[in-house]
Nanobody, 123 residues
Framework: QVQLVESGGGLVQPGGSLRLSCVAS????????VAWFRQAPGKEREVFSC?????YYLDSVKGRFTVSRDNAENTMYLQMDSLKPEDTAIYYC???????????????????WGQGTQVTVSS
């Protein structure tokens, strides 16, 4: 049974940092594309990063967010720095196909989701 569990969210001031975790079970992360999504209040879900053997980012987070993976722990991490109020959202990780591909930012490519973790950036 595929399962993804996110954790690490919270309240942080603008300019601060948070590190989210995504623990996977039922599959091996290193063999699939795993993406990070977020959904802000009143907005559509946004795929902002995908990792397979490489890592891909939307411009809105490039240079501020860094994705890494611990294969031994079957866990992916999202290090978020220089956070802005507009980063406030529920953050999810999701399982995709074997590779991110050129359409990695298309949400329909992912078929298993975690429950999400809330990130609030506010002073």
């Amino acid at each position: 049974q595929v399962q993804l569990v996110e954790s690490g969210g919270g309240l942080v001031q603008p300019g601060g940092s948070l590190r989210l975790s995504c623990v996977a079970s039922g599959f091996t992360m290193a063999n699939f594309a795993v993406a990070w999504f977020r959904q802000a209040p009143g907005k559509e879900r946004e795929v902002f990063s995908c990792m397979d053997s490489g890592t891909y980012y939307l411009d809105s987070v490039k240079g501020r967010f860094t994705v890494s993976r611990d294969n031994a722990e079957n866990t992916m991490y999202l290090q978020m720095d220089s956070l802005k109020p507009e980063d406030t959202a529920i953050y999810y990780c999701a399982l995709g196909p074997s590779l991110c591909g050129y359409r990695w930012s298309t949400s329909g490519r992912y078929h298993a989701w975690g429950q999400g973790t809330q990130v609030t950036v506010s002073s």
